[in-house]
């Protein structure tokens, strides 16, 4: 269907908008709310607006440095500056915030619940076809890389 030579099969932000989809259904068919209130709202909008900062730093980066942001696409450098020093993966980060953001707005437990599903989709629908296509792009670079910097943080 959507899958390409990297192996990924559907592009993360729509991995993460259909577990949000999901969360909401199931807040409409069994409402589980959490506690709201002023200090929720502003660290929702806290992780939010860390996780767009995040992935514009993380993004005009990788376009500065003439590689693709496209999860189908073939990278043509291994950057390891700027978010790329404290995360292999600074976008699905800021992804994760984001969701962890409308998590907080949302005061549903549903998003919480479905949160380690969303990590597991990506790591095993994502990231290990991406890590794969960069051991064979970088091969020993790439693995010195990520002997020093972790996955998500």
């Not at 514009?56 to 950057?79: D, E, F, I, S």
């Not at 998590?103 to 549903?108: D, T």
Request: aromatic content about 14%.
């Amino acid at each position: 269907m959507f899958k390409n030579a990297t192996g990924v099969i559907l592009p993360p932000p729509i991995i993460y908008l259909l577990f949000l989809a999901v969360a909401w259904l199931l807040e409409a068919l069994l409402p589980v709310a959490l506690p709201k209130n002023i200090w929720t709202d502003y660290l929702g909008w806290g992780l939010i607006d860390a996780g767009v900062l995040l992935m514009l730093w993380a993004g005009l980066l990788m376009l500065w440095r003439k590689t693709t942001v496209n999860p189908y696409g073939k990278p043509a450098k291994l950057l390891e500056e700027g978010p790329f020093r404290f995360s292999r993966n600074p976008i699905y980060l800021a992804d994760s915030l984001i969701y962890l953001g409308i998590a907080l707005l949302w005061a549903s437990l549903w998003p919480w619940l479905l949160f380690p599903a969303v990590i597991v989709t990506m790591q095993r629908g994502v990231i290990v076809h991406e890590e794969r296509l960069l051991i064979q792009l970088f091969g020993d670079d790439y693995r010195a890389y990520c002997a020093r910097v972790r996955r998500w943080l």
